[in-house]
């Protein structure tokens, strides 16, 4: 059905550009004004060039078969040393000083010790963002991975507003769009994040590795094995070095998820930052 939808846009789109080209200045084009009126303009004023527009890879919104992606971050283990964020940086083809994770500096109250906490995108089960947006182009995936078609995408940022994580990020800027031949190699997956500009951007699982049954970078980067990646189905995780159940981490480490209360059920679960075996430092990453 959608196939069919993006056939007929191309058709549109296809029937314009011909019915340009037929034409010699002095004829008239009937257009569509933005007040939803037909009105008939000289087809001299007209652009002649029509961008290539993507077709988005909908059937891969389906997600991968069987798989229920999930995180677990352990915030007893995290220094600050900002690899993760280094290694999205580079898997997004973002600038150094970006990434979709960010790595807040906590304290639950003046008594307590701060401790440093890496949030993604929680890729929620019931998540806000999507509920919100008016073009389809924020979906919820079977495998669990929330995920933005950036050719979809109108740039309107009703889905940054509804998130309650600020997890999202408005593409600003040209200076990192990709380049041709990086985007051919990457765009193989909907849910993958890429850089259009205004529109919106955020972590996506990494979903070029996680359809292959590989790590996400950030979890395969980190040298404190801090993030833990895997199938909530098979009840295992891994942090790149050793693999465990999922259910006993988070039973056995007093596993919780970040704002429960407010129902977005996040898809990352946090381990508390107790027992630590180093202090905490104040220091900024190295880049
Ligand atoms: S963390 Fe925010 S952007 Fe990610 S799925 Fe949840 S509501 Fe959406
Ligand atoms: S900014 Fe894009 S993804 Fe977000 S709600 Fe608007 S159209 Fe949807």
């Known amino acids: 059905m959608e196939d069919q939808q993006n056939n007929s846009r191309r058709k549109f789109l296809k029937a314009g550009l011909s019915q340009h080209k037929d034409k010699k200045p002095g ?41 229920k992606f999930v995180m677990v971050i352990d915030l007893s283990k995290c220094k600050n040393a900002g690899k993760c964020r280094s290694a999205c940086s580079k898997m997004h083809y973002l600038p150094k000083d970006r990434s979709y994770i960010k790595i807040n500096k906590m304290q639950d109250s003046e008594k307590t010790a701060p401790y440093w906490m890496p949030t993604p995108c929680f890729h929620c089960d019931n998540p806000p963002c999507v509920k919100v947006c008016p073009v389809d182009a924020t979906f919820k995936l079977t495998d669990g991975i929330v995920g933005i078609d950036n050719n979809r995408c109108i740039g309107c940022r009703f889905c940054m507003v509804a998130c309650p994580y600020s997890a999202r990020v408005f593409n600003w800027d040209t200076e990192y769009q990709l380049k041709e031949e990086e985007f051919k190699n990457i765009k193989h997956h909907a849910a993958c994040s890429s850089h259009v500009r205004g529109t919106v951007e955020k972590c996506d699982f990494c979903p070029s590795k996680t359809q292959n049954n590989e790590l996400p970078d950030c979890v395969n980067a980190c040298p404190n094995g801090v993030f833990y990646f895997g199938d909530e189905n098979e009840d295992v995780v891994s942090n790149g070095d050793e693999t465990v159940r999922l259910s006993q981490l988070i039973r056995d480490k007093a596993g919780y998820r970040y704002l429960e209360e407010l129902g977005t059920k996040p898809r990352v679960y946090y381990l508390p930052p107790a027992n630590r075996q180093f202090p905490f430092k104040d220091a900024q990453p190295e880049s």
């Open 27 to 67: 004829d008239t084009i009937k257009l569509l004004s933005p007040d939803g009126q037909i009105v008939e303009v000289d087809s001299s004023f007209i652009n002649p060039h029509i961008p290539d527009i993507p077709v988005s890879h909908h059937n891969v919104r389906e997600g991968v078969p069987g798989k």
